[in-house]
C-alpha cells in the first residue's frame, strides 16, 4: 500500500527525489551477487547532499511554519549532517549554528579545517567547536546552543543528530520504502535483502516503519557504524515503532525486524579499519563511486564480506542504500597513504 505520505504531512521539495537505482555491474561480477546502489548521495544539489537530505525535506516544512528563522544542530567536527543542515539553511535563507563536538580521535591537524566543516563555513553556517563524545543523547552543547539563539533575539528550530531523535525523524525513510517499491516495479527486479550504514537511527528505523506496510518481506541489515550496537539497537527501535504509530501502520514493529550488524564498525566511530579502507578502494576502482571512513565505507565493508562468505546467496539482487559523506574523505587523507 502507499503511504501518501505527502499528502498528510508538510514537506519541501531539497533533492532530486526519486534518487537514482543503478545496478553495479562490475562489484556485482567481482562478489557473485548483482549488487544494486541506492544513489542519496546524489540525490540533492545542496553542497554534495545524502540521506539527511531526505529528512530535513520534512524538518525544514515545519521550521518555516513555525516562523524559525535558526536552524540549530549538532555533530561530529567532521558531520555530513551538520553540512546538509548549513546547506538547507542557506538554500532557505535562515540562519545556521552548528555544534561541532569531538567525536572522533583522528590526530590530524587539518581535521577540523577540510571537508564537511569547510562546506558548512562556507555556505554561513556558524560552527561551535565544543563537546566530545558521540551518543544518541540530548547533549548540554547542543541546549546551550539553543538558548543562545533565543537570548540573541532568533527563535531556533532544534534538529537532533543525525535529524533523527525528532518526532519527523523518520518520514523521509519511510517515504524512500514507498519509493524504491516504484522503482523495482519500473525495473522488475525485487530486493529481498538491504544494507544500509546505520547510526543515529532514523535512516534505518524510518525504512522499518516503511517496508512493514508492504506485503513482500525483506531482510534490511543495519551495518552499525557507531561502534556501540546496543545504542544503535534502542535508537532505531525508538524511531520505527514511533513513526510507524505517526503514519498510521498497524502492524506491530517486533525486535526481530530490527537487525543490527556490529562486525564492520571498525575501531570506533569515525575510525576506518583496513576492510573499511579497502571497501572504499574496491567501490572506488571498480564503479568510480566514492564512499567514506565514517558510514559508507564500513556498510560496503560489510556487503563485501557478507558476498564472499556467502551470506548473501550467490546471484541474488541485493541493494545497498548510498547515503553520502563522500566530502568528508580529504579529511581522512592520511588513512590512504
Known amino acids: 500500500m502507499s503511504l501518501n505520505l505527502e499528502s498528510r504531512f508538510g514537506r ?9 537505482l543503478q545496478r553495479l555491474n ?41 516562523g524559525c528563522d535558526t ?22 535563507g535562515m540562519r545556521c549554528r552548528l555544534v561541532q563536538e569531538e567525536w572522533t580521535h583522528w590526530e590530524n591537524p587539518v581535521y577540523d579545517k577540510v571537508g564537511n566543516i569547510l562546506l558548512s563555513r562556507l555556505m554561513g553556517a556558524e560552527t561551535l567547536l565544543e563537546g566530545e563524545g558521540y551518543s544518541t543523547e540530548v547533549k548540554p552543547t547542543w541546549e546551550r546552543a539553543l538558548e543562545q539563539v533565543r537570548r540573541d533575539g532568533g527563535k531556533p528550530y532544534a534538529i537532533p543528530a543525525g535529524a533523527s531523535d525528532h518526532p519527523l525523524g523518520g518520514l523521509g525513510y519511510a517515504n524512500f520504502a514507498d519509493e524504491l517499491a ?47 550496537a546496543d545504542m544503535t539497537r534502542r535508537a532505531v527501535t525508538k524511531i520505527a515503532r514511533a513513526t510507524a504509530e505517526l503514519i498510521g501502520i498497524e502492524r506491530t514493529i517486533e525486535d526481530a525486524d530490527v537487525i543490527i550488524d556490529p562486525r564492520f564498525a571498525g575501531p570506533d566511530y569515525g575510525l576506518p579499519d583496513e576492510p573499511t579502507i579497502a571497501a572504499i578502494r574496491m567501490a572506488a576502482r571498480l564503479e568510480g563511486m566514492l564512499t567514506d571512513p565514517v558510514y559508507e565505507g564500513k ?14 546467496k550467490k546471484g541474488s539482487d541485493v541493494l545497498y542504500v548510498h547515503l553520502g559523506g563522500a566530502p568528508a574523505l580529504n579529511a581522512y587523507y592520511d588513512a590512504f597513504a
Open 12 to 20: 519541501i521539495k531539497l533533492g532530486y527525489f526519486p534518487s537514482p
Open 26 to 66: 562490475r562489484l556485482s561480477e567481482a562478489l557473485g551477487v548483482s549488487v544494486w546502489a541506492k544513489r542519496d548521495d546524489v540525490s540533492s544539489g545542496l553542497a554534495y547532499g545524502g540521506n539527511k537530505i531526505r529528512k530535513l525535506e520534512w524538518l525544514a516544512a515545519q521550521a518555516l511554519k513555525q
Open 71 to 92: 536552524l540549530v544542530s549538532i555533530g561530529n567536527i567532521q558531520s555530513n549532517h551538520t553540512r546538509q543542515v548549513a546547506a538547507v539553511a542557506a538554500f532557505l
Open 182 to 228: 516504484l522503482q523495482e516495479k519500473e525495473q522488475g527486479v525485487f530486493f529481498e535483502t538491504i544494507i544500509t550504514a546505520t547510526c543515529t537511527g532514523s535512516t534505518q528505523g524510518g525504512m522499518v516503519a516503511g517496508f512493514k506496510a508492504q506485503d513482500r518481506p525483506r531482510r534490511l541489515i543495519g551495518v552499525d557504524t557507531a561502534c556501540n
Open 299 to 312: 556498510s560496503m565493508a560489510g556487503l563485501i564480506a557478507m558476498a564472499k562468505s556467502g551470506e548473501l
